[in-house]
């Protein structure tokens, strides 16, 4: 199984600061099966970013993601009230396709 | 417009059994591995268990292994999650979605309680 690992575990920074969140695997990503979710209580889980790379539908250019291998990251520049949320990684490379255990984003 | 519909959601007591079905439009449902992610009460998103886009291979998460057993019907354009010996630790709403998670229905809420 590829474990994910996510850190840190919660992160508190002000409207406009930039967040870098990140993501490690413990066995190597191909085909840079990688995605980044967005997900508040009780709601659907919204896609961020699929393929390491690509933003989903509708995903603001605020958010990005990069990495290759074992390491990948999510890049929030401009950090809004509303990105107050805790994000989750997931690799769907090999199945199982596992989730980080997520990184929760307050903001002050 | 890309649209996954869960159903089948409902109360049963532990050690009961309950069927999800995931119906799919707007996409090439035959081209696209699915996964079944729930989400708990307080705690956070759990993999469930997940099916390629042919149905050739399936993979489970530790804490249903053996109990519940994923399955695609590519005719009908429908995704399945059979669950068995259900426990109370299996309350959750249960999302359907796309293998690389572009997609996901609204979910179906399972209650397992005495």
Redesign the interface.
């Given at each position: 199984e590829n474990v994910v690992t996510q850190s840190p575990g919660t992160l508190s920074l002000s409207p406009g600061e930039r967040v870098t969140l990140s993501c490690r695997a413990s066995q190597s990503v191909s085909r840079n099966?990688l995605?980044w979710?967005q997900?508040k209580p009780g709601q659907?889980?919204r896609?961020l970013i699929?393929?390491t790379f690509i933003r989903?539908?509708g995903i603001p250019d605020r958010f990005s993601g990069s990495g290759s291998g074992t390491d990948f990251t999510l890049t929030i520049t401009r950090l809004e009230p509303e990105d107050s949320a805790?994000y989750?990684c997931?690799q769907?490379d090999t199945?199982?396709?596992?989730?980080g255990?997520?990184t929760k984003v307050e903001i002050k | 417009e890309v649209y996954l519909a869960e159903s089948g959601g409902g109360v049963v007591r532990p050690g009961g059994s309950l069927r999800l079905s995931c119906a799919a439009s707007g996409f090439k449902f035959d081209a696209n591995?699915m996964?079944w992610?729930r989400?708990t009460r307080g705690e956070?998103?759990?993999?469930v268990s997940?099916i390629?886009a042919n149905g050739d291979?399936?993979?489970?998460?530790d804490s249903v292994r053996g109990r519940f057993t994923i399955s695609r019907d590519n005719a009908k354009n429908s995704l399945y999650l059979q669950m068995s010996s259900l426990r109370v630790e299996d309350t959750a709403r249960h999302?359907c979605?796309t293998?690389?998670?572009?997609?996901?229905?609204?979910?179906a809420l399972v209650i397992v309680s005495s």
């Open positions: 099966y995605a979710y997900h659907t889980p896609s699929y393929g989903a539908t805790i989750y997931q769907y199945l199982p396709w596992t989730f255990q997520g | 591995g996964s992610v989400q956070g998103l759990e993999w997940g390629t291979d399936t993979g489970y998460a999302f979605a293998r690389r998670g572009d997609r996901w229905g609204q979910g």
